[in-house]
């Protein structure tokens, strides 16, 4: 198990699957149910040839801030180390970009987020 768990990562799609978990981070993570506020999810079009064969989906869950409180996205919040965070940055298309966010638990952690411009 990792010593220096020192980054949240806060994720409501493909990154819970234990299958992609081993093939970014090399073990399972342990996370707590969290959700995002303020947000709202649609679905993103996958291209990425090695991205598709971890996840097994054309489709992953995409967020962009909406600006209504009552928005809400549900998702886990893991604990990973400053080297896993780089994983899941490697893993993550061009489509998304990692942001700190406040969560509904008032606990705040990276999270992708549609890219903007």
Do not use: C, N
């Not at 994720?11 to 342990?30: H, I, K, P």
């Amino acid at each position: 198990m990792p010593t220096e768990l020192s980054e949240s990562l806060f994720s409501y799609g493909t990154l819970q699957q234990a299958g992609v978990q081993q093939a970014t981070f090399g073990r399972l993570l342990a996370g707590e149910a969290d959700a995002l506020v303020g947000y709202r999810r649609s679905l993103v079009k996958i291209e990425d040839a090695q991205v598709l064969a971890t996840s097994g989906e054309a489709y992953h869950p995409i967020v962009e801030a909406s600006g209504d409180p009552h928005d809400r996205v549900d998702g886990m919040v893991f604990a990973i180390t400053a080297a896993e965070l780089a994983h899941a940055d490697a893993y993550e298309v061009d489509d998304y970009e990692r942001v700190p966010a406040e969560l509904a638990s008032g606990r705040r952690a990276w999270v992708y987020v549609k890219r903007r411009g």
